[in-house]
């Protein structure tokens, strides 16, 4: 699949962004999978928003309940879904936007893996000057 169609791939999508499409896709509203999880309606919120993270026993859990794998959650990669299928009617208008936010996702990714290698040069340094 290539990135233009990828909505829900690492590069286009959080893991945020994967849970809500695919309890949307599934029919469930926050509430329901909340209560289905043992969990608060705020919790999904957050998960959603990319605000906090599932444990793995509620991760898995909610990959059952969504019908995707917990790989495809996390990563975007693996049996997932496939883009709504509202996204190919959009205007060039559209395309555009979700083009140059796809970009822009993919500098802030590439900027935060740049100031992760910097901090851990940092972090050395420091406890080598101690």
Known sequence: MNDENDWYGPDSATFGDRLAGAREAAGMTQTQMARRLGV??????AWENDLSEPRANRLSMMAGMVNVSIMWLLTGEGEGMDAP?????????????????RSIRGEMRASAERAAKLEKRLRLMVEQAR
């Open 40 to 45: 608060k309606k705020a919790t999904i919120a």
């Open 85 to 101: 299928v509202e996204a190919d009617e959009g205007t060039p208008e559209l395309a555009d936007i979700v083009a140059e936010l």
